[in-house]
């Protein structure tokens, strides 16, 4: 119903910044919660953003908080990444996520994902 595409990884010196961005396909884009995971070498993968379907609502994980920030654009069906200040711990592969949302405050963090993009590789150097 959804398809995810990621673009906007890359390298990166420590202390830089990337936008990383997520085109989703279909016309009820406004109708999906959206968020950011990622996954280091060797990791398991984990929660990075969340953002309501409204765009109003957002949350982050505690090793980002101050240095990253989501959005969306519902009339475009995108989702972006702004990632400040980027530590070599930041490194990993990004993914976009979906899920479908009753409310605003239907959340991938809380309520699970439906949808995976396929990921965008962010590579921070020191």
């Known amino acids: 119903q959804v398809q995810l595409v990621e673009s906007g990884g890359g390298l990166v010196q420590a202390g830089g910044s990337l936008r990383l961005s997520c085109a989703a396909s279909?016309?009820?884009?406004?109708?999906?919660?959206m968020g950011w995971f990622r996954q280091a070498p060797g990791k398991e993968r984990e929660f990075v953003a969340a953002?309501?379907?409204?765009?109003?609502?957002?949350y982050f994980a505690d090793s980002v908080k101050g240095r990253f920030t989501v959005s969306r654009d519902n009339a475009k069906n995108t989702v972006a990444l702004e990632m400040n200040s980027l530590k070599p711990d930041d490194t990993a592969v990004y993914y976009c996520?979906?899920?479908?949302?009753?409310?605003?405050?239907?959340?991938?963090?809380?309520?699970?994902?439906?949808?995976w993009g396929r990921g965008t590789l962010v590579t921070v150097s020191s």
């Open positions: 279909g016309r009820t884009f406004s109708n999906y919660a």
């Open positions: 953002i309501s379907r409204s765009g109003i609502a957002t």
């Open positions: 996520a979906a899920r479908w949302a009753t409310s605003d405050y239907s959340s991938v963090y809380t309520g699970g994902v439906d949808f």
